[in-house]
T-cell receptor, first 115, second 113 residues
Framework: DAGVIQSPRHEVTEMGQEVTLRCKPI?????LFWYRQTMMRGLELLIY????????DSGMPEDRFSAKMPNASFSTLKIQPSEPRDSAVYFC?????????????FGSGTQLSVL | QKEVEQNSGPLSVPEGAIASLNCTYS??????FFWYRQYSGKSPELIMS????GDKEDGRFTAQLNKASQYVSLLIRDSQPSDSATYLC?????????????FGGGTRVLVKP
């Protein structure tokens, strides 16, 4: 199993540009999570999906952020327009459907730098 | 008040000693507790899970859970330089569908040879 696959690994962009982060969860997993990690705020949950349906997006900072999961094998997190304060590592994670105690499997993350 | 609290550290321990990490949580109904290890520049990886009061041992790691006091701890015995990392405590959110976890800020551990 290839694990959770995220792309790109690194993204450098200028303020005001649109940024799209991509995630492919582990096959068979039915929950997908987008986290953001910074030194100041730690690991924050932005949004998560269960069976492709957004369940909780209360962690999305503002309307500039949006996420989609068109099918069980793909999700995107979009920032439009991007700002320097969006610079962080963005992790995607997935978990299997067996129960409430299943562990999260994290992707390698996308290091985003907004100049 | 944050839902999951950890001392940020760094916790400096000599090689071979025991590292003791603590975590407190605010939701008394939480049922599942996890410890993740994160090396610098890498993603978090699960090292321990615990669901019942008491101790759970796995190799050099021991997780301890006390639901009455709302804390969970992690002991690392015979600490090695390779244990130097940030350790994240995570607690499940019973109000949410699916396996939603809330993470603490992490404790940075430095094991000195």
């Amino acid at each position: 199993d290839a694990g959770v696959i995220q792309s790109p690994r690194h993204e450098v962009t200028e303020m005001g540009q649109e940024v799209t982060l991509r995630c492919k969860p582990i096959s068979g997993h039915n929950s997908l999570f987008w986290y953001r990690q910074t030194m100041m705020r730690g690991l924050e949950l932005l949004i998560y999906f269960n069976n492709n349906v957004p369940i909780d997006d209360s962690g999305m900072p503002e309307d500039r952020f949006s996420a989609k999961m068109p099918n069980a094998s793909f999700s995107t997190l979009k920032i439009q327009p991007s700002e320097p304060r969006d610079s962080a590592v963005y992790f995607c994670a997935s978990s299997p459907p067996q129960g409430r105690n299943e562990k999260l499997f994290f992707g390698s993350g996308t290091q985003l730098s907004v100049l | 008040q944050k839902e999951v609290e950890q001392n940020s550290g760094p916790l400096s321990v000599p090689e071979g000693a025991i590292a003791s990490l603590n975590c407190t949580y605010s939701d008394r109904g939480s049922q599942s507790f996890f410890w993740y290890r994160q090396y610098s520049g890498k993603s978090p990886e699960l090292i321990m899970s615990i669901y019942s009061n008491g101790d759970k041992e796995d190799g050099r790691f021991t997780a301890q859970l006390n639901k009455a006091s709302q804390y969970v701890s992690l002991l690392i015995r015979d600490s090695q330089p390779s244990d130097s990392a940030t350790y994240l405590c995570a607690v499940n959110d019973l109000k949410a569908a699916g396996n939603k976890l809330t993470f603490g800020g992490g404790t940075r551990v430095l094991v000195k040879p």
